[in-house]
């Protein structure tokens, strides 16, 4: 079992940045492909950025390339999102989810990952 918990959401202005953390405990992260989502009130929830077990390739959403940077250390059981340059439109709760697959591909459906964690709010004020 695989149990994850996000951490340094918070309430900031835009053009503010934040860095997201998601802790790892139970398992070893090098053995799934990591990813961040989000999930703003009354919307479907979509896939922010994603990383492989390498940390070789990475995926990004439309909206965040140029300004979030994922990033994983599998020997500190960590992963992080680095957001810059937030906008109004970044709100939502960001959650840390693991995929096991064993092909090390990338997908977007958040029903392709099979562990989660609680979340946590990133509010974007203007």
């Known amino acids: 079992q695989l149990q994850l918990v996000e951490s340094g959401g918070g309430l900031v202005q835009t053009g503010d940045s934040l860095k997201l953390s998601c802790t790892a405990s139970?398992?070893?992260?090098?053995?799934?492909?990591m990813a961040w989502f989000r999930q703003a009130p009354g919307q479907e929830r979509e896939i922010v950025a994603a990383?492989?077990?390498?940390?070789?390739?990475?995926y990004y959403i439309d909206s965040v390339k140029g300004r979030f940077t994922v990033s994983r250390d599998n020997a500190k059981n960590l992963v992080s999102l680095q957001m810059n340059s937030l906008k109004p439109e970044d709100t939502a709760v960001y959650y840390c989810?693991?995929?096991?697959?064993?092909?090390?591909?990338?997908?977007?459906?958040?029903?392709?990952?099979?562990?989660w964690g609680q979340g946590t709010q990133v509010t974007v004020s203007s």
């Open positions: 989810a693991a995929d096991r697959r064993t092909d090390d591909t990338i997908v977007t459906p958040p029903e392709s990952y099979d562990y």
């Open positions: 139970g398992r070893t992260i090098s053995n799934y492909v």
């Open positions: 990383v492989r077990r390498s940390g070789t390739r990475s």
